[in-house]
């Protein structure tokens, strides 16, 4: 049976300290449901999906509420649950631009 995202887990996530992106990003992979197909990391970018998980959205809700990093590394959600996150870098731009 899934696990939820604890309060205390999805608070830690809404107040992360946004120069720690990649300590970030692993603390959510840790508690992501079926990071095996929703969850992916090239280099600096980083694809979550929800599957439709409401613990998934749970997640990326807290994301969304810690403002300092949705404005600094949100860079695209699309209809099905998928959100990109990157570091923006004129490299990851460009591989960005290529998907």
């Not at 300590?23 to 979550?48: C, H, K, N, S, V």
């Not at 807290?62 to 570091?87: C, D, M, P």
């Amino acid at each position: 049976m899934a696990e939820y995202p604890t309060d205390e887990q999805l608070e830690k996530i809404s107040k992360w300290d946004c120069n720690d992106f990649h300590g970030l990003m692993a603390f959510i992979e840790d508690i992501w449901e079926y990071p095996e197909r929703g969850f992916d990391r090239d280099g600096d970018i980083y694809t979550l999906i929800t599957s439709g998980w409401s613990g998934n959205e749970s997640i990326i809700g807290a994301l969304q509420e810690n403002f300092i990093v949705w404005s600094f590394y949100w860079e695209s959600s699309t209809r099905g649950g998928k959100h990109v996150f990157a570091k923006l870098t004129i490299e990851n731009l460009e591989k960005l631009a290529k998907k």
